[in-house]
T-cell receptor
């Protein structure tokens, strides 16, 4: 079992749709969590940190459930420019462990 | 502008050859990392270093070596012992604080001739 697992993709959605990505982590000692966005053959870029109380940044909402070891990312009102791969990340002993990524394709 | 520079962007390796990927940062970050990404997969940690002159193996260190002689530089050597080196290699750095946001270089695509 992978230490950080994400929904298999790809997700194909129309513009304006709401889409949710799910992620689970197996190491209960993980302390920090992030969502990164990666465009094709580019470097990942930090999208947002994930806090226990949940946090929102414009159209993006991240949630953390430590009891279930579950992280989510909700994107509202999808734009064409949201098309990318979204990577879930958990920390373990000073290292960042990445999920395999979920590909999102937003269509006109 | 501060950032991380990886070079070269594309690299080709012949059988039995060692090749070195460069990573330089001017962000004054203490921690540096090397990740490997295969198509359709997430990033896997090769090596990381939290201070100068010290580094630790990640999850897939076999066939790779690193050095950290300067804070700014963390080169990765892909040795001939790495039998499947074709991948996208990403270098990253962070402040090594608890909130460990990573800043990435633009990557090196390594292919075998």
């Amino acid at each position: 079992r992978k230490e950080v697992e994400q929904d298999p993709g790809p997700f194909n959605v129309p513009e304006g749709a709401t889409v949710a990505f799910n992620c689970t982590y197996s190491n209960s000692a993980s302390q920090s969590f992030f969502w990164y966005r990666q465009d094709c053959r580019k470097e990942p870029k930090l999208l947002m940190s994930v806090y226990s109380s949940g946090n929102e940044d414009g159209r993006f909402t991240a949630q953390l459930n430590r009891a279930s070891q579950y992280i989510s990312l909700l994107i509202r009102d999808s734009k064409l420019s949201d098309s990318a791969t979204y990577l879930c990340v958990a920390t373990r002993g000073g290292k960042l462990i990445f999920g395999q990524g979920t590909e999102l394709s937003v269509k006109p | 502008d501060g950032g991380i520079t990886q070079s070269p962007k594309y690299l080709f390796r012949k059988e039995g050859q060692n090749v070195t990927l460069s990573c330089e940062q001017n962000l004054n970050h203490d921690a540096m990392y090397w990740y490997r990404q295969d198509p359709g997969q997430g990033l896997r940690l090769i090596y990381y270093s939290q201070i100068v002159n010290d580094f630790q193996k990640g999850d897939i260190a076999e066939g790779y070596s690193v050095s950290r002689e300067k804070k700014e530089s963390f080169p990765l050597t892909v040795t001939s012992a790495q039998k499947n080196p074709t991948a996208f290699y990403l270098c990253a750095s962070s402040t090594a604080s608890q909130d460990e946001k990573l800043f990435f270089g633009s990557g090196t695509q390594l292919s075998v001739l």
